[in-house]
C-alpha cells in the first residue's frame, strides 16, 4: 500500500520546538519533492515547505528561518524540524508527494500557553 504516515503532533507551548516526521511506505521517496501544508481551523490548507529531489529547500515568509526540512533516504522520510512556535502554527499538518499527488492524514500541532 503506497502511503505517507506523518507523525509527532503534540501540544506545546510558545516558544517552544517540534519535529514532525513524514515516512513513506510502498514508494520510494528518497529522489522525490516532498511539500507540507498545514490547515488551521476554519481556514484553507496552505503551503508552508519543499524538499526538492536534489534536497533543496523553500518556505513560506511565515515559517522561514523557524522551520527546517531534512531527509532521511535510509529511512524513507522527511522531517520537518519547527522552533519558536507561535500561536498562529496551529494547525493540522500534511505531507504531501507531488508527482504522485499522494497525502498523509496529517498530524495535530497546537500550541498554547
Known amino acids: 500500500q503506497v502511503q505517507l504516515v506523518e507523525s509527532g503532533g503534540a501540544l506545546v507551548r510558545p516558544g517552544e520546538s517540534l519535529s514532525l516526521s513524514c515516512v513513506a511506505s510502498?514508494?520510494?521517496?528518497?529522489?522525490?519533492?516532498i511539500q507540507w501544508y498545514r490547515q488551521a481551523p476554519g481556514k484553507q490548507r496552505e503551503w508552508i515547505t519543499l524538499?526538492?529531489?536534489?534536497?533543496?529547500?523553500n518556505y513560506h515568509d511565515s515559517v522561514k528561518g523557524r522551520f527546517t526540512l531534512a531527509r532521511d533516504r535510509y529511512k524513507n522520510a522527511v522531517y520537518l524540524q519547527m522552533s519558536n512556535l507561535k500561536p498562529e502554527d496551529t494547525a493540522v499538518y500534511y505531507c504531501?508527494?507531488?508527482?504522485?499527488?499522494?497525502w498523509g492524514r496529517g498530524t495535530q500541532v497546537t500550541v498554547s500557553s
Open positions: 524538499i526538492t529531489g536534489n534536497d533543496g529547500t
Open positions: 510502498g514508494i520510494n521517496i528518497y529522489s522525490r519533492a
Open positions: 504531501n508527494e507531488p508527482e504522485g499527488q499522494l
